[in-house]
């Protein structure tokens, strides 16, 4: 591979780097463009399969699924290369969205987001991995500009196009969507490892042994039966002492005590370095997923607003993702990376403070829109740089481990975030009367995303 001040190295977009680039954005774009069309309709399918309070655990099941992939995606990767497992993903993927669109029950579409989450988890990590070992280190922040930009068009389409299918056709054609575009990218990625030398994706040796790939192995199992506890015990919950309630008390302690094994020591209690670079990454993930999953519902239930001004309202922040991954991404750029991480977890704070305020004083509704601009912004500031970072603090031969924690760090923040909201709206929800409910929740979400701006001044080494 080319040093990383040759100039022989021009950009993700060189002679040398292009279709491996564009097998990894077309990716992106089908992930981008399921996530924001699924959120559009989720308000159509919940009612359908009259499962409305149970809204937030369609999202949180594909998560928790997603946790295992990524756990097994980091073991697999360093045994054998990040580009079979990334295939297996696609079709999983597929897999997935097809049984959802399928599904005349709530069980049946659950299972479909948990193949979905599953071939994610997989998916995701494998394109990190082919990051941190096709591309030098001096290219790989104008790589995840060009990842983040390519979440703008299908956001931006995503979501008109979903309601208009929800509403003209039926939600289930926003699923089977998927599908067909998923199996193009899985020929063009087959095409594209024929292209790609091997030995350039597998330089790195990784340095755990069997033993150590059989305990990650096992600990991803256990992490996901434990985000799965808190899933099943917190959706449809109601406060008081229940065997549910005490199913979501040993979930989360299964959490506490599996979480630590798969990511850096030292993640939980802010240690320097990149064990601060996961604690940001969960912290912003578990805000931001959160506020977006009950954004559609708040908008809709409450206010009245259409599918497609709900959706179209998600994809204003799209817009302020990719133009925050645009800066950190500048050549020019001066600020050092770790303040780009606090200054994201402020503007997430900032902009779902906000929405608070929107549903608790009952303001107008555009508010809300232009207040996921600023969440966008921080998402592309704190989330991006926290890669770049996740890559620049670990030696080659850890990129597999380092990207299946950052994943896992990215997905734990999210599942755990969406379970609490779910848990407080399903114990508090009364129909059309929840403004309070709304205003607590994104108030809580944003009080979880400052935290971020100590974590973000912890990552200076």
């Given at each position: ?15 040398g ?27 159509t ?62 069980p049946?579409?659950?299972?479909g ?38 979440w ?41 490892r ?50 549910r ?21 030292g993640?939980?209690?802010?240690a ?58 500048h ?28 549903a ?13 601009v600023?969440?966008?912004?921080a ?26 924690s ?24 009364v ?9 607590a ?21």
């Amino acid at each position: 591979m080319d040093d990383a001040s040759s100039p022989r190295a021009p950009g993700p977009l060189g002679r040398g780097y292009l279709e491996v680039t564009l097998s990894v954005l077309a990716l992106v774009t089908i992930v981008a463009f399921e996530s924001m069309a699924v959120s559009t309709a989720m308000p159509t399918v919940a009612r359908e399969l009259d499962a409305v309070r149970s809204y937030g655990f369609a999202f949180s099941v594909m998560l928790t699924a997603q946790l295992l992939g990524i756990v097994l995606a980091g073991v697999w990767s360093d045994r054998s290369g990040p580009l079979v497992g990334a295939v297996t993903g696609q079709a999983l993927l597929a897999t997935g969205s097809a049984v959802c669109g399928f599904a005349s029950t709530l069980p049946v579409f659950l299972a479909g987001r948990a193949l979905t989450g599953l071939g994610g988890g997989l998916l995701v990590v494998m394109l990190y991995v082919i990051a941190g070992r096709f591309y030098p280190e001096s290219i790989r922040p104008r790589l995840f500009t060009y990842v983040s930009a390519a979440w703008v068009l299908p956001s931006l389409l995503g979501a008109p196009v979903s309601a208009w299918l929800t509403t003209h056709l039926s939600w289930r054609w926003v699923f089977w969507g998927v599908v067909p575009p998923v199996l193009v990218t899985m020929a063009a990625l087959a095409h594209a490892r024929r292209r790609v030398d091997a030995a350039s994706l597998s330089v790195a040796v990784s340095g755990r042994d069997h033993a150590a790939h059989v305990r990650a192995a096992w600990a991803g199992v256990g992490i996901a039966l434990a985000a799965g506890a808190v899933q099943v015990g917190t959706h449809e919950l109601v406060l008081d002492l229940s065997p549910r309630t005490g199913l979501a008390l040993a979930g989360l302690v299964g959490v506490v005590l599996v979480a630590p094994l798969l990511v850096p020591r030292g993640t939980w209690r802010m240690a320097r370095g990149l064990p601060s670079v996961m604690l940001s990454r969960a912290l912003l993930t578990g805000a931001f997923y959160a506020g977006v999953t009950y954004v559609p519902l708040f908008l809709v239930g409450q206010r009245g607003l259409s599918l497609q001004t709900a959706g179209l309202s998600l994809a204003v922040g799209a817009v302020g993702w990719a133009a925050g991954a645009w800066y950190q991404g500048h050549d020019t750029l001066h600020l050092p990376r770790y303040r780009l991480v606090e200054i994201g977890g402020a503007l997430l704070a900032a902009g779902f403070a906000v929405v608070a305020v929107v549903a608790g004083f009952g303001l107008p509704w555009w508010l809300v829109p232009l207040a996921l601009v600023l969440t966008g912004v921080a998402m592309g500031l704190g989330v991006t740089t926290t890669t770049v970072l996740s890559l620049e603090l670990s030696p080659v031969e850890e990129h597999g481990e380092a990207s299946s924690s950052l994943q896992l760090a990215d997905v734990l923040g999210s599942v755990l975030g969406i379970a609490a909201a779910t848990a407080l709206f399903a114990a508090r929800h009364v129909p059309g009367r929840d403004d309070a409910l709304f205003a607590a929740i994104f108030l809580g979400l944003a009080a979880g995303a400052a935290v971020v701006v100590p974590a973000g001044q912890r990552i200076r080494t």
